[in-house]
């Protein structure tokens, strides 16, 4: 036993401590780069929306439509089949005659994806940049000038911004800090070789060229028979990573998203990101070995780690309760400790990156990762066919 949790011990730790080297070098990398754009391109940014509340809606787009920025912006917002329409109806009274904002509907709810679709079909090749944001979704007012001041390298395809949860108990507190480490340690790392995984749904930009070329195979995406109704944001990405394009994290593109303030709709939305990682994994590993694109080494090696630790963690765990169970809880003290330890090391990364006291409440989500998150991924792995979005 102790030989398994030695090389789960280095595993984990090594893949952590290459995280933070490749996120730092990326955060450093940042001050350095130029901006090169003689004319900033046009852009269009596309809402979905469905049964939101009229504030948040209403926040949300008045946030994008008044954004700093150098060149034509347009709104485009789509409802998708909202059983109330209030907050839709809003939007026409507030923004009637604001060229800036043009609105879209469905009669009946198709899903995300179509909702974004009908965005994309209006923006055709008039726009040259497309950002993607959630209803729930407030930008700063430079956050898209940030965003698409990547694409001036004309490699990018794809980039996704920095965001960050609206805090109002202590949970959506734990979440925010969560966050920070999916975008500046995971994201970071990643986008330091070009291969970021998933543009997040709360703020995305895309190049309006590549959109035309997937957006078909983008809404027509299948699993086990059944049409993908979630997993929208890591499927676009990775269709932007087949094109041959790099894909990267940009830090000064700002956004707050509202975020679950309890614990059962959290655990549900987990679920639904573990089975679009896992739909998606096998999507990318395919392409990988079949058509050999978008092999970055760093890629492969923190998918393989993201898909192997979690296991290598609950069969840790399991051994850790039968020794203790056996010989004593010494060993149940001494596994914990490890675990504090490590989520210690990420918290004070954070800490010394942000000055924020909230990362050393860390080792409190080790906790919750091990006894919740751990078996919601299982879970999620044994449902992997289910298309329910599980939070409507």
Not at 2 to 28: K, P
Not at 76 to 92: T, Y
Not at 246 to 271: I, S
Request: with cysteine; charged share 25%.
């Amino acid at each position: 036993m102790f030989e398994f949790l030695s090389v789960y011990g280095l595993l984990a730790l090594t893949h952590l401590f290459n995280q933070i080297n490749f996120s730092h070098r990326e955060y450093l990398n940042s001050f350095k780069e130029k901006l090169d754009f003689p004319v900033f391109p046009s852009v269009a940014i596309i809402i979905p929306s469905y049964n939101e509340g009229i504030e948040d809606l209403e926040n949300c787009v008045r946030a994008a439509a008044s954004q700093d920025y150098p060149n034509e912006i347009k709104v485009i917002v789509v409802d998708d089949g909202s059983k109330a329409k209030s907050a839709f109806n809003n939007l026409r009274d507030i923004f009637k005659g604001n060229d800036r904002v043009v609105l879209k509907e469905f009669k009946e709810n198709r899903g995300k994806r179509h909702a974004q679709k009908l965005g994309f079909d209006y923006v055709d090749e008039n726009f040259e940049i497309i950002v993607t944001i959630d209803s729930d979704t407030v930008l700063e007012k430079d956050s898209v000038y940030h965003l698409v001041s990547k694409f001036s390298d004309p490699k990018i395809g794809a980039v996704t911004g920095n965001v960050r949860a609206f805090k109002t108990t202590f949970l959506t507190k734990l979440i925010d800090a969560r966050y920070w480490t999916a975008f500046h340690q995971e994201r970071a790392a990643q986008s330091l070789f070009g291969t970021v995984l998933c543009c997040s749904g709360p703020l995305a930009a895309y190049r309006s060229s590549i959109i035309k070329k997937v957006k078909e195979k983008y809404i027509s995406q299948m699993f086990l028979g059944g049409k993908c109704t979630y997993g929208d944001d890591r499927h676009l990405t990775n269709l932007v990573l087949e094109q041959g394009y790099a894909v990267r994290f940009e830090r000064k593109a700002k956004a707050l998203t509202y975020v679950p303030e309890k614990l059962r709709p959290w655990l549900r939305q987990q679920t639904r990101w573990n089975r679009s990682f896992y739909r998606e994994l096998l999507w990318t590993v395919k392409r990988v070995i079949t058509k050999r694109t978008y092999q970055s080494i760093y890629m492969v090696y923190d998918l393989a780690m993201q898909t192997i630790l979690p296991f290598l963690l609950l069969m840790s765990l399991v051994l850790v309760f039968i020794m203790s169970f056996k010989e004593g809880p010494s060993h149940l003290f001494g596994y914990i400790t490890v675990l504090v330890g490590i989520a210690i090391i990420r918290g004070t990364y954070a800490f010394i990156r942000t000055h924020d006291k909230v990362f050393f409440l860390f080792p409190f989500y080790a906790f919750c990762h091990i006894f919740l998150l751990i078996p919601v991924r299982m879970y999620a792995l044994c449902t992997l066919k289910t298309t329910k979005w599980g939070t409507r």
